[in-house]
């Protein structure tokens, strides 16, 4: 029936509210009962719900100092981009081009880039590497020369930026994090 009809199979197995982020909040925020826990009667598990609300991704994030041109509707957005593929289950999601078939990614590029790496999976670790390519962006507001509470703040860092000094402590303060 799949392979005979996937129209059929995706309006009746593909719900509209699995295309929202409250859907895959479902199992991406999770609390873990004391049964399992054996300490206390509430413990969280992950929460990867809240982070996307709260994110500029979102749209939704009032705290947040980021914001992508469009917010992203949900966390397939990201996490399962297109790629081309022959499978008879295949879309032409771009309405110009009707010579290339596509479907979402199942990778989750980023959602856990250390599974791949424990699994002894290179070629899946080099995919999330390339994912994350340039997907962050450090602002540094100010610096204290000597690194310390009682150092003078320069801020705000722009438009003028001091000069950093080469092998001092002082550059590695405000060069890394501790």
Known sequence: ??????????????????????????????????????????????????????????????????????????????????????DFGANFFNPTNTSTRYIHAHLFPAANTGIAHLRGRPDIVKAQQEFLKGALRVDIFGVKEGGTIESVLEAPLRPNVPALKRGSDTCWRWCSAP
């Open 1 to 86: 029936m799949v392979k005979a009809k996937p129209e059929f199979h995706k309006k009746t197995f593909l719900k509209p509210f699995m295309r929202t982020e409250e859907f895959c909040s479902t199992c991406h925020k999770v609390s873990i009962p004391q049964e399992l826990n054996k300490y206390k009667e509430f413990l969280r598990g992950q929460n990867h719900y809240d982070t996307y609300l709260l994110s500029g991704v979102s749209g939704h994030g009032a705290r947040s100092f980021y914001y992508p041109e469009k917010a992203v509707r949900n966390c397939a957005g990201c996490h399962m981009p297109l790629k081309e593929s022959q």
